[in-house]
């Protein structure tokens, strides 16, 4: 078992940026990626973002290239997730995860874990 717990999450203007953090507990050793979604009301879940627990590599989808980037601290068992340059349709609840199998996904059901989530509002 991984248990995930998210924070960072607030209201921020058009523009600004924002840092979210994922602190992990439990079977760690066990994980392969940390991924970061997003869910907007009325809307499916969205994956934003990822990070190999151990090489460090990331892979983002178009919608967030460039604006976004993921890092970890793995003497501390955090990832964090920079969001620049943010956007109204940014505002969403963002969720931390952790996929425990190679390779690493972009879909929901490659996650086994999932955290609480932590609420970003980007105002216009």
């Known amino acids: 078992q991984v248990q995930l717990v998210e924070s960072g999450g607030g209201l921020v203007q058009a523009g600004g940026s924002l840092r979210l953090s994922c602190g992990a507990s439990?079977?760690?050793?066990?994980?392969?990626?940390m991924g970061w979604f997003r869910q907007a009301p009325g809307k499916e879940r969205e994956f934003v973002g990822r990070?190999?627990?151990?090489?460090?590599?990331?892979y983002f989808p178009d919608s967030v290239k460039g604006r976004f980037t993921i890092s970890r601290d793995n003497a501390k068992n955090t990832v964090y997730l920079q969001m620049n340059t943010l956007k109204p349709e940014d505002t969403a609840v963002y969720y931390c995860?952790?996929?425990?199998?190679?390779?690493?996904?972009?879909?929901?059901?490659?996650?086994?874990?999932w955290g609480q989530g932590t609420q970003v509002t980007v105002s216009s």
């Open positions: 995860a952790a996929d425990t199998l190679y390779p690493p996904g972009v879909a929901v059901t490659d996650y086994a874990y």
């Open positions: 439990g079977r760690t050793s066990s994980t392969v990626a």
């Open positions: 990070i190999t627990w151990s090489g460090g590599r990331t």
